[in-house]
């Protein structure tokens, strides 16, 4: 055997292992990829599974709070701060906004009235003049709110 026969041998020993590695490492590859791929459609069905579980507590609050007004249990202001507050986290189409916008007028009516922490640190002359305040504006969307209140019991968005 030539030295040249005995190179063309080993250079053929050496491309053979050179692509047994490579098809190693591309089979690898495609392992990783397939694992990858399970692994992100579980992560978007478990993620699909718990915005629907969300949604289904957010209107299933609107639909609490609604009953609310209607039995005088909150006031309201605060039902449509808490309402408005949803339906925005819900990210609902524009004409639901504009169906329901007698929660968006009296929250932004209301908006100025410091609450929680900034509520306790006034004087009880501020609360009362805020107070005061709140009761005329809800005055005025008083109709309007439990209209919205009314319609809105029985929807899911």
Do not use: C
């Not at 006031?75 to 808490?82: F, K, Q």
């Not at 002359?125 to 504006?137: G, M, P, S, V, W």
Request: proline share 1%.
């Amino acid at each position: 055997m030539s030295v040249l026969s005995i190179l063309v041998v080993v250079g053929i020993l050496i491309i053979l292992v050179l692509a047994a590695v490579a098809g190693r490492l591309v089979y690898k590859v495609y392992l990783q990829k397939k694992d990858r791929a399970v692994k992100l459609q579980t992560l978007e069905a478990a993620n699909q599974k718990s915005q629907i579980e969300r949604r289904e507590w957010v209107n299933k609050s609107i639909q609490i709070l609604a009953q609310a007004v209607h039995k005088d249990e909150l006031t309201l202001t605060e039902a449509s701060i808490r309402i408005s507050g949803l339906l925005d986290s819900l990210d609902v189409h524009p004409d639901i906004k504009t169906e329901f916008s007698a929660f968006y007028q009296l929250r932004e009516k209301t908006s100025h009235i410091p609450y929680l922490e900034a509520w306790q640190n006034l004087s009880n002359a501020e609360q009362k003049k805020f107070d005061l305040d709140r009761l005329r504006h809800e005055a005025t969307f008083n109709d309007f709110v439990m209209d919205a209140a009314k319609r809105i019991q029985g929807r899911e968005f």
